[in-house]
């Protein structure tokens, strides 16, 4: 197991490598530089911004430096807040991603895997048709839109939960629910998928067969099964969670590292561009290596192949 | 005697799955649904009430009424309109993106699937990989560095999506090369162009079809987050994206240019939504549920 | 005083495609420490007679439409849910055809072994795996303490059958019902398993109601045979008296399909025709199409199951009349 585990951990680190090098040249390459927008400034106050920043070194120059910065983990100053470090700025935003990615997945875990095992217990009746519609609803309907949406119901017209900032708890509810609600959706529907096929399972009857409750068959055997398309998604899940993140920081206006990011990318910030995407890529494929080893761990038959 | 039994069962097998589609009633309004978005798409420039860029200063932003059925935005442009001439935009980058997708995730997966062995097992790793990462972020980067050129837009969204459709593709040709009956039609020496069209594409557009009807509504979800984000489909166009932005900033005072964008993006991938999960029952060949 | 007795028992499958009556009026006893086999085709209803006894029937398209099933005090088709699971896995347990299948794996053999025990007697832990580990020994698994920890899948196929039956046996239930119990096994392995049932059930002193499609496993196992076509039994007689003077044609003609029954380079016999379909109504025998003996008044009414010898009971016309 150690051994899996190190192997996959080792191979992230070309991917990042490989990932570095083409954000690197793709934002360089790019028309127009960072500083562009500041037409009020002499030549030779630009020239002096230009070395600060090490932009008038030719470019495999800059690749290099920037390669060698990397391996002490310094990712560099942002180019549009003088006096912070991306690393900072990165520390400051991603705790509050961090805080409002896990509510939304609680949010997800909690309804979806509710929804989906209630739904898979009485198959194509309303308990089953119910739920999985509006989980449908849940799948169709933008982050982007439902946001809004719920601004206008519970922020404006209602008035009962704050509408912008993450100063308290409750200005994280709506914001979480809306990043969440998408992938409740899904889980709905993978948990429903998964528990009707282990249901089917000759060893279910089994289990009832021996005189257990429903309650037991169901979550003590049937659940370790059934939850496992839920387990496998929680790679892409995170993935999405993140770009989710961009949009709901935004409309919702949480100082979180996805709004940092947008901005950064307007803003032409290489470095902070850069040292982000770095990070969020870093963090994925950490994450996808701990959901693969959950997995493997969750199934005793894959646990025994790989040893 | 053999080629009237062949033709038999491949008839019977879409037959089938025709059959059962048509007994989804959920895909059947997706596919009605679908059929009206992309008529009404089609004939707007002949149909649109008012003229796409017409304003109203005097007027500006109204109410719903007979005039406009669906108000008119802070310049006086009627909502209807801009809603239809943006679902243009929205679908025509949706399937152009889908497109692209299927191109590159069809070739890369027949690829890697015909070729096997350590070719595949190489270009497979890396589509592991790929999986793994949040492509939304590079597409933001590509935007942003390189114009907001809508060709850009389509290449840039259906790269996100040819993973899944290669893994698929590639999963199906592999499957299928060992089949005996690709065997026996090398055996007999039909050629290699008669055994792919003949043989391999029928039994690969199943799962392909389902994943492009699927891909449409997910690739139309990038495109209006991207606008939303002032990334995407930029004025004079128009997108459902957008428009849905235009109507998020004015909100409280102007609900119905939120509401309406919103509705008809939402009821556009709940069609697709519903049509893909009713191929896709349809196509399965376990028939789930009966 | 029969351990079990069951009184016409009808189970229906309300399907799309009409009703399908798996069983349809199936009435037999089984008496306590005696070996009662149900034999018949697959599609004959036997299975399904057994999962309808504890309940086991999905009942969205399944219901029990009629019947008594007398166990003790206890009509199980009639009691209530909590009844009817005191009484699965604690007095009557049931085995299954496929180990590979029929076990989770999920959980360790040892957690599923000790299930019944901690659910119907309260046992703790310690002194439940300490049972289980002395019932794995004594279905014939070496190191039982170590196999208690391990997973499903690392066991043969004889052995999680052996596993099943440890499982199905810890509580000392007072019927076994084995449901092909050796069909999914090897030869070899299924000669151990059935001699395994049945020292294990003189050991416990307990009834079992066997379940085959397999003439050669009831002879050797059970004291009486039930022989079930289309949802019904149509001959019922203790093992010997059935295989020395079958008294149906219908198992006259399985009898005589046996490889064993033929001389050696004679073409098999089969017997023509096909099992009904058990969604249309069946007038008369259901045997009829099918039966060498068929006279018109086969086709009519309803041939009830009648004793025609001691013991020993038919329910074809022509031999309740003598004709045969």
Not at chain 3, 148 to 164: C, K, N, V
């Amino acid at each position: 197991m150690t051994r899996f585990v190190a192997r996959r951990i080792l191979e992230v680190i070309p991917v990042l490598f490989v990932i570095v090098t083409l954000v690197f040249f793709m934002i360089r390459l790019a028309p127009g530089g960072p500083f562009d927008a500041e037409r009020n400034v002499s030549d030779e106050i630009l020239r002096n911004l230009e070395a600060y920043y090490n932009l008038d070194a030719p470019l495999h120059r800059q690749y290099l430096d920037y390669l060698g910065q990397l391996l002490w983990g310094d990712l560099g100053p942002s180019f549009k807040y003088p006096g912070w470090s991306v690393n900072e700025l990165i520390l400051t935003g991603f705790p509050v991603s961090l805080e409002l990615g896990l509510y939304a997945l609680l949010v997800a875990l909690g309804i979806g895997l509710t929804a989906g095992v209630v739904a898979s217990l009485k198959p194509n009746t309303l308990r089953d048709y119910v739920p999985m519609s509006l989980a449908m609803v849940g799948i169709c309907i933008p982050n982007f839109v439902l946001g809004p949406l719920l601004v206008l119901a519970f922020g404006l017209w209602l008035g009962w939960l704050p509408v912008a900032g993450w100063e308290g708890p409750s200005y994280k509810i709506l914001p979480a629910i809306t990043l969440g609600a998408g992938y409740a959706a899904y889980i709905a529907r993978l948990s429903r998928g998964g528990m009707l096929e282990v249901l089917a399972q000759d060893f279910i009857r089994t289990a009832r067969a021996k005189g257990l409750t429903e309650a037991r068959v169901v979550l003590r055997h049937g659940l370790r099964g059934g939850l496992q398309p839920v387990v496998s998604f929680l790679g892409p899940a995170a993935a999405g969670l993140l770009s989710g993140s961009f949009v709901v920081e935004t409309i919702f206006q949480v100082p979180g590292l996805g709004r940092f990011f947008i901005q950064a990318a307007f803003n032409r910030d290489y470095t902070m561009i850069l040292g982000t995407v770095l990070f969020y890529a870093a963090l994925i494929l950490m994450f996808n290596v701990i959901v693969d080893v959950a997995q493997a761990w969750l199934d005793p038959r894959l646990r025994d192949e790989i040893g | 005697m053999d080629r009237v039994v062949q033709v038999e069962k491949g008839a019977s097998l879409w037959q089938d799955a025709l059959h059962r589609l048509r007994q989804n009633k959920l895909a059947v309004a997706g596919l009605a649904i679908l059929a009206v978005m992309v008529a009404a798409a089609l004939v707007t420039p002949w149909v649109a009430p008012y003229a796409y860029d017409a304003q109203d200063l005097d007027l500006g932003a109204a109410r719903p009424s007979a005039r406009h059925w669906l108000g008119t935005d802070q310049l006086g442009r009627d909502v209807l309109t801009r809603v239809l001439y943006g679902g243009r935009i929205s679908l025509m980058v949706g399937f152009a993106a889908t497109a692209v997708s299927l191109l590159v995730g069809v070739l890369y997966g027949a690829t890697a699937g015909f070729l096997g062995g350590r070719t595949d097992s190489l270009m497979m790793r890396i589509v592991d990989i790929l999986y793994a990462l949040p492509f939304t972020i590079f597409v933001i980067i590509l935007m942003v560095f390189f114009g907001r050129n809508i060709i850009l837009l389509f290449l840039a969204i259906g790269a996100v999506q040819w993973l899944t459709m290669a893994r698929i593709v590639r999963g199906q040709v592999m499957s299928l090369r060992n089949t005996e009956f690709v065997e026996a039609a090398v055996l007999m020496g039909f050629s290699h162009r008669r055994i792919i069209l003949r043989h391999l594409i029928p039994n690969v557009l199943g799962p392909v079809i389902v994943y492009v009807t699927l891909t449409i509504p997910n690739v139309m979800l990038i495109e209006a987050f991207l606008s939303f984000l002032g990334l995407g489909v930029q004025a004079p166009m128009s997108s459902w994206g957008l428009l849905i932005k235009e109507g998020a900033d004015c909100m409280e005072e102007y609900p119905w240019l939120l509401l309406f964008p919103s509705i008809a993006l939402s009821i556009t991938l709940f069609a697709l939504n519903f049509l893909g999960d009713g191929l896709r029952d349809a196509l399965d060949p376990r028939g789930a549920g009966e | 005083m029969a351990l079990l007795e069951v009184d016409d028992l009808r189970t229906h499958f309300h399907t799309r495609n009409g009703v399908v009556r798996a069983v349809d009026g199936v009435s037999f006893a089984v008496e306590p420490r005696e070996t009662l086999g149900i034999v018949g085709e697959s599609g004959s209803g036997k299975s399904v007679t057994a999962y309808s006894l504890l309940g086991l029937i999905p009942t969205p398209p399944g219901r029990i439409e009629s019947g008594r099933a007398q166990f003790g005090g206890l009509d199980l088709l009639r009691c209530s849910e909590a009844e009817r699971r005191a009484v699965r896995g604690k007095r009557i347990s049931m085995i299954f055809q496929d180990p590979m299948t029929a076990l989770n794996p999920y959980m360790t053999v040892g957690a599923q072994i000790t299930e019944p025990l901690r659910l119907h007697e309260g046992r703790s832990r310690r002194e439940a795996q300490t049972r289980a580990a002395d019932m794995l020994e004594s279905v014939g698994i070496q190191d039982a303490v170590m196999r208690l920890r391990e997973y499903p899948h690392r066991f043969s196929g004889g052995m999680r059958q052996r596993a099943m039956i440890a499982m199905a046996l810890i509580t000392s239930p007072e019927l076994l019902i084995a449901d092909e119990p050796t069909t999914a096994l090897d030869v070899t392995v299924q000669a151990q398993i059935l001699a395994l049932i049945k020292r294990m059930q003189a050991a416990l002193g307990m009834a079992v109601i066997l379940i085959t499609h397999d003439l050669g496993v009831i002879a050797g196992t059970c004291d009486r045979v039930v022989v079930m076509y289309a949802g019904r039994i149509l001959e019922s007689a203790a093992t010997r008296d059935c295989f020395k003077q079958p008294r149906h044609p219908y198992t006259q003609a399985l009898l005589a399909s046996l490889p064993a029954a033929h001389v050696k380079g004679e073409d098999l016999y089969t017997i023509p025709g096909m099992p009904p379909d058990l969604s249309i109504e069946i007038e008369g025998c259901p045997f009829a199409p099918r039966c060498g003996h068929v006279v018109e008044a086969c086709r009519r009414g309803r041939p009830a199951l009648e004793e025609v010898a001691r013991g020993h009971a038919s329910a074809c016309l022509r031999v309740q009349a003598g004709e045969l």
